[in-house]
T-cell receptor, first 114, second 115 residues
Framework: NAGVTQTPKFRVLKTGQSMTLLCAQD?????MYWYRQDPGMGLRLIHY???????AKGEVPDGYNVSRLKKQNFLLGLESAAPSQTSVYFC?????????????FGDGTRLSIL | AQKITQTQPGMFVQEKEAVTLDCTYD???????LFWYKQPSSGEMIFLIY??????QNATEGRYSLNFQKARKSANLVISASQLGDSAMYFC????????????FGTGTSLTVIP
């Protein structure tokens, strides 16, 4: 089972460049999430989605946009990358039917902005 | 205010000993869920254990158990018989219905198991 797949795994960008991170899940989960992980900060929620066509802001949404055009995919976009967005990005998905179900995480994308 | 607080940035434990990782939380919602995840040096996030606010007993999963003290708003993870493979970052997280479907994570505790 693939579970949650993030593409790419690594990327180096220059300041001002744009890029899209792709998250794909094959578990038919309703909920999907994008987090960033920085040293000493834990995981912070950027955006999330509770279903196809819906998105919502999390704790740190500035500088990012998302789209959920298909249930299985959740895209995270950086329109104009900044060094402060250097981080490890995690996507997660969750079955929406039960409150006690945990999130399933992808392996992360390490993004460096020069 | 922080929703989840993990006050131990780093912990050491001798192999085969038990260790407790602290987690306190802040919520006014009577219904909530608490999760613990493990993140080894390879980077993936691994779900360990769940405790619901209405659960009558402390959760247990193999060598992992939760010391859930609702009045103190703490949900400490206890790892028994530590193994070298337990060396990792450990994150506590909370979900509460009144904030929709968000999860709140603590800053994590780095556990090192000493042979």
């Amino acid at each position: 089972n693939a579970g949650v797949t993030q593409t790419p795994k690594f990327r180096v960008l220059k300041t001002g460049q744009s890029m899209t991170l792709l998250c794909a899940q094959d578990m038919n989960h309703e909920y999907m999430y994008w987090y960033r992980q920085d040293p000493g900060m834990g995981l912070r929620l950027i955006h999330y989605s509770v279903g196809e066509g819906t998105t919502a802001k999390g704790e740190v949404p500035d500088g990012y946009n998302v789209s959920r055009l298909k249930k299985q995919n959740f895209l995270l976009g950086l329109e104009s990358a900044a060094p402060s967005q250097t981080s490890v990005y995690f996507c997660a998905s969750k079955d929406g039917s039960l409150f006690n179900q945990p999130q399933h995480f992808g392996d992360g994308t390490r993004l460096s902005i020069l | 205010a922080q929703k989840i607080t993990q006050t131990q940035p780093g912990m050491f434990v001798q192999e085969k000993e038990a260790v407790t990782l602290d987690c306190t939380y802040d919520t006014s919602d009577p219904s909530y869920g608490l999760f613990w995840y493990k993140q080894p040096s390879s980077g993936e996030m691994i779900f360990l254990i769940y405790q619901g606010s209405y659960d009558q007993q402390n959760a247990t999963e193999g060598r992992y158990s939760l010391n859930f003290q609702k009045a103190r708003k703490s949900a400490n993870l206890v790892i028994s018989a530590s193994q070298l493979g337990d060396s990792a970052m450990y994150f506590c997280a909370m979900r509460e219905p009144n904030t929709g479907n968000q999860f709140y994570f603590g800053t994590g505790t780095s556990l090192t198991v000493i042979p």
